[in-house]
């Protein structure tokens, strides 16, 4: 069933981020790219460098340089721990006149803020928060004067992690960007299914129109059933119960555990069709304000054979808007695998970070 409709509902608020994020356009929205050179890569050593012209005209103290894992790895990261060299200054260079020779971009104030210094990054897990965990603390505050971009850089010299990991990062522009979707948990099985019941989202957008469209497609459902999509903007608690809740009278029963991922705002019907499976369309208004928001959807639908709470539900389906971006003033240069003098320039490209 294609079913199209406008939804009236305020988009979940994302989560502002302590201190200066850049570039600002991501401070809440996840990143349009993904990167592991030098924080998640496995080869050693190496050499980065990032210019940022978003930082001029405001000073500033900066104590500590922090990135976030990139939002569409849902697989655990293991702690880990570096040797790096950290160094920053007012750049003596742009965005857009970056040098590929690495020391002809710092400024005349460059200073190492951190020497063989040992970092160690946490475990982390994919969650529906945009947290800085990777934070790299520096040995004392730089004093930046805003009196030009800033730059930062790092060496690797050493690293423990044997995966590579990757980070939140952006990419050229973009007038027209899709909604991000995850998919998370697991669903139970409906009567007469082998396996749980699950859905995943694909949505896309016209940002000229003002709308974006959600997209649900799902399998091993009730056959020819009404079904329930909930629908939340978070996946935190629900009237002060922590999620995902287990539903009582599930464990033990044909359905198997049955999990509610989210605090339900809103809900609407669908229909299955004979194999079980759903296909919905969900049209959404949406402007600039909603850059970063975010949706949760679940499905729900009655079985009473199947547990002694008499429903079963899917795993649940995370959207998050990305409001349309121009070039960002923000540019690279990056050695993989040696800390020679010169490296590869990539402009309105890199990774989103904070300063504090």
Not at 112 to 133: C, I, M, W, Y
């Amino acid at each position: 069933m294609r079913n199209r409709i406008l939804l009236a509902l305020a988009l979940g608020p994302a989560l502002a981020a302590q201190g200066y994020v850049s570039p600002a356009h991501f401070t809440v929205a996840e990143g349009n790219y993904y990167g592991a050179l030098p924080l998640g890569t496995t080869t050693t050593p190496d050499r980065y460098l990032q210019v940022h012209d978003d930082f001029a005209g405001t000073a500033r103290s900066i104590g500590a340089l922090a990135f976030r894992r990139d939002g569409g790895n849902p697989y655990e990261y293991q702690a880990y721990s570096m040797l790096v060299d950290v160094l920053v200054s007012t750049a003596a260079t742009s965005s857009d006149l970056i040098s590929a020779t690495f020391d002809n971009n710092h400024g005349a104030n460059k200073t190492t803020v951190g020497q063989f210094k040992l970092v160690q990054f946490p475990v982390t897990n994919h969650t529906s928060e945009r947290a800085f965990d990777y934070r790299i603390p520096f040995d004392r505050p730089f004093a930046f004067n805003g009196a030009g971009p800033f730059c930062w850089e790092i060496k690797v010299s050493s690293r423990t992690n044997a995966n590579t990991f990757y980070f939140d990062a952006f990419y050229l522009a973009n007038s027209n960007p899709y909604p991000y979707d995850w998919t998370w948990g697991t669903g139970c099985k409906a009567t007469g299914e082998t396996y749980p019941m699950s859905m995943s989202g694909g949505s896309y957008a016209n940002w000229s129109g003002g709308s974006v469209t959600l997209r649900y497609t799902g399998y091993y459902f009730p056959a020819n059933a009404l079904i329930t999509l909930l629908i939340g903007a978070q996946d935190k608690n629900f009237g002060g119960i922590p999620l995902p809740y287990e539903l009582p009278g599930t464990n033990g029963f044909p359905s198997g555990k049955c999990f509610l991922y989210l605090d339900p705002l809103l809900t609407v019907p669908q229909l299955t069709n004979a194999q079980g499976q759903l296909n919905a369309n969900l049209g959404v208004g949406v402007n600039t304000s909603n850059n970063g928001n975010l949706l949760f959807v679940q499905a729900v639908a009655i079985d009473t054979q199947a547990n002694a709470f008499g429903l079963v539900l899917g795993n649940m389906v995370q959207t998050q808007v990305l409001a349309p971006f121009t070039n960002l003033p923000i540019s690279q240069v990056y050695l993989q695998g040696g800390i020679g003098a010169v490296g590869t320039v990539s402009k309105n490209i890199g990774y989103v970070i904070k300063v504090d």
